[in-house]
């Protein structure tokens, strides 16, 4: 979010009224019923200072041609249409993969093995695709969620091992991570009649 929101809420003038953006969040609610109103909602851009450190940027085909984006057909946030606009912008600049799947993130969070090529070879090695590239639907495991569920395998999905995630058991649970030993408790004195039991100092 740190590096969002200074993008989003510098790109535009985003309104600072409570009751305008319960307006702006209704209407979204009906017209982007997958998304909801969430993004025209109250958020930080609110009360994002008015002054702006530079101007807007302007894309063009001016520059190297080094980039690549990569899009999800049926992604219900940032919807296919804009990534074509940004590929028409940067002219010859870019080039664009889409891969035939939904969902939000395109690569290494769907199984489609075409994206996630292409995608890996370019921050690999620097190789893009000598056009725009089109992925077909790949069929995925039941249970992915990634796509229509046919029954067929897929190759699995090979993801990069993340540190920080907590380990999981074959069975898909959580296993606790192993408990320090416990220090060694204080002795105690003999209990005596009428009298509670006391630490040793």
Not at 1 to 29: H, L, Y
Not at 37 to 46: E, F, H, K, M, R
Not at 108 to 117: I, K, S
Not at 130 to 155: H, K, M, S, V, Y
Request: proline share 12%; hydrophobic share 35%.
């Amino acid at each position: 979010m740190a590096a969002r929101f200074p993008v989003v809420c510098g790109d535009t003038r985003w309104p600072s009224s409570v009751r305008t953006c319960q307006r702006n969040a209704a209407v979204d609610r009906v017209r982007h019923p997958m998304l909801g109103g969430s993004t025209a909602s109250v958020n930080p851009c609110a009360f994002w200072p008015r002054e702006r450190v530079e101007g807007p940027v302007r894309v063009t085909g001016r520059g190297p041609a080094n980039v690549l984006i990569s899009q999800n057909e049926r992604d219900p946030g940032t919807p296919l249409a804009g990534a074509r606009e940004m590929r028409g912008a940067l002219g010859g600049r870019a080039v664009l993969v889409t891969a035939d799947q939904g969902g939000h993130e395109t690569y290494l969070f769907g199984a489609n093995e075409c994206a996630n090529g292409a995608v890996t070879a370019f921050l690999a090695r620097g190789e893009r695709p000598t056009g725009d590239l089109a992925c077909p639907a790949q069929p995925n495991r039941p249970g992915d969620g990634t796509g229509p569920l046919t029954g067929e395998r897929a190759a699995p999905l090979v993801r990069p091992a993340l540190p920080h995630r907590c380990p999981v058991t074959r069975a898909g649970a959580l296993r606790a991570a192993p408990r320090a030993p416990a220090p060694p408790r204080s002795p105690r004195r003999a209990r005596s009649p009428g009298r509670t039991a006391s630490r040793w100092p």
